[in-house]
C-alpha cells in the first residue's frame, strides 16, 4: 500500500513540475493574415483561452486570446484552431469567445472543446451559424408504474445531440434518421457522420479526426543487476552475491495525443531470471558445528506500469518512469545442504529451502527509471536506467525478504 501511495504521489509532483513550455511550428491568424513562427503547445484546455507565439526561437513570446486572433495551428501535428464564440454551458457563466479545435470544415464544421473540469464538448455549425452544442441531458424519473420498483428514482437520458443533427442534415438524403441514431457522442462517431454529410452536398474542405488512443509496441532486453535481502526472525541470511542476467520482453506504449502528448502509460512483458547463493550463521542451540549452504533459481515475468513523462523538445528525448510491478514466478528451484559436525562425525543433509507453498509465486514492487530516446527510421530507440524492489521470494510472515534490482534496458518502438 506504501508503494501505492509513493506511486500516486510521484505521478501528481511530476504532472506538476514538467508543466512547461513546449514551442513546435505553427502559425496564427490576425486580421486575415498568418504570420509564421513557434506556438506553445500546451494542454487543450489551457490553450483554449490563451495561447504563447514566437516568431522564432530567439524572439520574444507574445501572448493572444481568442479576441485577439482568428485562431492558430500546428504545422506538423496538423492541428488546428479557431476564435469561436462558444454558448454557455454549467462551468461557463455566459457566452465567451474561446480557441476551439476544428475537427472537419464544409458546409457543417464539427469542432472539439475541453472545459476546466476536462470534459470534452462538441459543437457543429452550418455555413456562417453560430456554434450548437451536441449533448445530453441527465435526468431523475421516478417510476409510476405498478409493481416492486413502484417510487423508485431512476436515471434517464435525453439524447439532444440527434434531433440537433437531423435538423442539420436535411438537405442531404441519404442520412437517414438510422443514421444518426447510431450515432454516439464521441470524437469518432461525430467526425464520421458530419463528413459524410459534407460530401453529401459536396462541400468538403478539411478533417482531421486525432486518435483518441495510440498504442505502438516494440521489443525490449537488456541487463539486471540484483541482490536478495532475506531474514528468519531477524536474523540474516547471507545472500551475498549480486544476480547479472539478461532480461527480454516486449513493451506497450499508451498515450491519450487529444489530452496529452507528453504523458503515457508504459507496459511491460519482461522475462528476467535470477540465481542467489547464500549461507545460514551457525545455530548455538545445536550440538556441534553447522553450516548450510543455499542457492535460489528463480525466473520471474515482470510486468511494470508504468507513468512515463517525456521531454518534448529535441531530437534526443529524456524521459522519466515511475509506477508498480507485478512480478510472477514462472519457475523456481532451491535447495539448501547442511553439513553438521559434532563429536568428530560430520552429517550433511540436502532438502529445499522454501517449499512450493512457501514459495512467493506472485509479488508486488515499485519501479522508477530514467532514460533518453533518439529516432531511428523515425520511431524511437531508448535506452533506460531502471531501479525496482520487490516483495522477494518467501510468503512466511516470519521471513522478511525483498530482491533489488538495476536495469539497463535498450527498447525500440515500432
Not at 71 to 87: A, N, T
Not at 358 to 381: D, E, K, M, R, W
Request: with cysteine; net charge neutral; aromatic share 10%.
Amino acid at each position: 500500500m506504501k508503494q501505492l501511495y509513493l506511486t500516486l504521489i510521484t505521478c501528481l509532483f511530476l504532472s506538476q513540475a514538467f508543466a512547461q513550455s513546449d514551442f513546435r511550428p505553427g502559425y496564427i491568424i490576425q486580421n486575415g493574415d498568418t504570420a509564421s513562427g513557434l506556438v506553445d503547445y500546451r494542454g487543450a484546455q489551457r490553450n483554449t483561452h490563451q495561447i504563447s507565439f514566437k516568431s522564432n526561437d530567439a524572439a520574444n513570446q507574445q501572448d493572444f486570446t481568442p479576441t485577439q486572433i482568428q485562431g492558430y495551428g500546428f504545422r506538423q501535428e496538423q492541428k488546428f484552431y479557431e476564435s469561436k464564440l462558444v454558448p454557455a454551458f454549467d462551468t461557463l457563466s455566459t457566452e465567451q469567445t474561446l480557441f476551439a479545435q476544428l475537427l472537419v470544415k464544409g458546409k457543417a464544421n464539427l469542432y472539439l472543446l475541453r472545459d476546466p473540469m476536462q470534459k470534452d464538448r462538441f459543437y457543429i455549425s452550418k455555413d456562417s451559424e453560430p456554434l450548437k452544442e451536441l449533448r445530453v441531458e441527465d435526468f431523475k424519473q421516478k417510476n409510476m408504474q405498478e409493481g416492486r420498483k413502484l417510487g423508485h428514482t431512476n436515471l434517464m437520458r435525453r439524447e439532444l445531440y440527434k434531433p440537433l443533427l437531423m435538423q442539420t442534415f436535411l438537405d442531404c438524403n441519404s442520412i437517414s434518421e438510422a443514421d444518426v441514431d447510431k450515432v454516439v457522442l464521441g470524437l469518432n462517431s461525430l467526425s464520421s457522420i458530419v463528413k459524410k454529410y459534407n460530401a453529401c452536398v459536396g462541400q468538403e474542405e478539411y478533417s482531421k479526426v486525432p486518435k483518441k488512443i495510440r498504442v505502438s509496441l516494440g521489443p525490449i532486453a537488456g541487463m539486471s543487476s540484483s541482490t536478495l535481502d532475506y531474514k528468519i526472525e531477524n536474523s540474516d541470511q547471507n545472500f551475498d552475491n549480486t544476480s547479472v542476467k539478461p532480461v527480454l520482453g516486449a513493451s506497450f506504449n499508451f498515450s491519450v495525443p487529444t489530452i496529452s502528448e507528453k504523458l503515457s502509460l508504459q507496459v511491460v512483458v519482461l522475462y528476467a531470471p535470477n540465481y542467489f547463493e547464500g549461507s545460514t550463521q551457525d545455530d548455538p542451540m545445536v550440538p556441534g558445528v553447522s553450516t548450510s549452504e543455499i542457492w535460489l533459481d528463480v525466473k520471474h515475468v515482470k510486468i511494470p506500469v508504468l507513468a512515463r513523462y517525456t521531454y518534448p523538445k529535441g531530437v534526443i528525448r529524456p524521459y522519466i518512469n515511475i509506477g508498480p510491478v507485478i512480478n510472477l514466478v514462472a519457475s523456481q528451484e532451491n535447495e539448501m545442504t547442511t553439513t553438521s559436525t559434532f563429536g568428530g562425525s560430520t552429517r550433511t543433509n540436502t532438502k529445499p529451502f522454501l517449499e512450493d507453498d512457501g514459495f512467493l509465486t506472485l509479488s508486488g514492487g515499485i519501479a522508477t527509471g530514467l532514460g533518453i530516446s533518439y529516432p531511428v527510421f523515425n520511431n524511437p530507440l531508448s535506452l533506460e536506467a531502471r531501479y525496482e524492489i520487490n516483495d522477494g521470494v518467501s510468503r512466511y510472515t516470519s521471513h522478511s525478504t525483498s530482491i533489488k534490482s538495476m536495469f539497463l534496458v535498450l527498447s525500440y518502438r515500432l
